[in-house]
């Protein structure tokens, strides 16, 4: 069934447990996250970036995940629109039918550069005013996500220069937190905690303090009510690097966010838990171990295949590890 994010997550809060939002841009991806989901008997928060609607195309997009929900009947599914850059984006996604919507006023049109509060709040508190009318949620963001180590907002490619986040902007403020929800009603919030997106999060093996736990802590006592998003929550999973490396791939010595570490913010209000990168790494390592092993393989569908594997074993190791398995 198609389910609104913030029953979800009310669930969630209530049972203290959190739901990883699994990025999606293909079939074998929506196949992986069902099948886990599936086995595990976890609910599922499925989510589509401006890239993916524009690689699958919105309605390829919405009738995969349509499809999804009446191949799994018994498993709840949140629809929901991963960094929309302004209200009509939104909007869009609200009349294409998605159950959930992220306003990211942190960020300008571009999807790049950093907002003043204001703007934030005024195209925020436009999203929820248009999205709660059509029973839709509403994810916001406050802060700017960064490396605590690095300084970096997250590079794609790992080159980037260093130091352009100071550590202050890379956590959010607790009394600007509370100010924004009051402002905005919000049913979800993104906070920068130490994260930041892609695979290239941290050049050093990750020690106790990756993420900045006493901050979600802060925050959470301030807004108990809103369920807290961390973004940026892949873990970069070594032993993929290692086979994509072995395979032929060049992937640069590099760390993410420890599932350890991510548990212990779910123990503080942390709900929703933003997963791409690492599916991405397992599907890479899956093609090319395959196809480094089965040189004269030409149906796509034997390479793909693996790529479905390898991300499913993936989310069913996240859902027991968020406790979301058991609460479909
Ligand atoms: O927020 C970033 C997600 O990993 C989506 O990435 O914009 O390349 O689809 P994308
Ligand atoms: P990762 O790049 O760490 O997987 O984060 C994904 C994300 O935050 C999507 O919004
Ligand atoms: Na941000
Ligand atoms: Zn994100």
């Known amino acids: 069934a198609l389910i609104s994010m913030r029953q979800l997550l009310d669930h969630a809060a209530e049972y203290g447990y959190g739901i990883p939002a699994f990025n999606v841009n293909n079939l074998e991806q929506m196949r992986a996250i069902m099948e886990a989901a599936s086995k595990t008997n976890s609910p599922v928060i499925v989510q589509a970036s401006a890239g993916a609607r524009k690689y699958a195309g919105s309605n390829f997009l919405k009738h995969m995940i349509l499809a999804a929900i009446e191949e799994f009947p018994d498993v709840p599914v949140c629809m929901h629109q991963d960094h929309g850059t302004s209200p009509a984006v939104c909007q869009r996604s609200i009349a294409l039918g998605f159950s959930s919507v992220m306003m990211d006023g942190s960020l300008g049109t571009d999807g790049k550069t950093p907002t003043s509060y204001e703007y934030n709040v005024d195209v925020t508190r436009r999203t929820v005013e248009m999205a709660h009318a059509c029973g839709v949620s509403v994810e916001g963001e406050l802060g700017c996500l960064g490396s605590l180590e690095t300084g970096m907002a997250g590079e794609e490619d790992g080159i980037g220069a260093e130091g352009v986040l100071s550590h202050d902007q890379m ?13 905005t009603n919000v049913d979800a919030l993104a906070i920068a905690c130490g994260t930041s997106h892609g695979a290239y999060k941290f050049t050093k093996p990750p020690t106790g303090d990756t993420l900045s736990i ?5 925050i959470h006592a301030r807004i108990p009510n809103t369920h807290l998003v961390m973004h940026g929550s892949s873990s970069v999973p070594q032993e993929w690097l290692a086979i994509i490396n072995e395979y032929g791939g060049e992937i640069p010595e590099t760390y993410g966010v420890p599932v350890e570490q991510i548990v212990e913010g779910i123990k503080h209000g942390v709900r929703k838990v933003n997963i791409d990168t690492d599916l991405r790494l397992a599907s890479t390592g899956a093609v090319r171990r395959f196809m480094a092993q089965n040189p004269s393989e030409f149906d796509p569908r034997k390479f793909l295949k693996e790529t479905i594997g390898a991300m499913r074993d993936i989310c069913i190791d996240r859902y027991e590890a968020f406790g979301t398995a058991g609460h479909a």
């Open 171 to 183: 956590l959010t403020d607790p009394d600007e937190a509370a100010e924004f929800v009051k402002a």
């Open 214 to 218: 006493g901050r979600i802590k802060e």
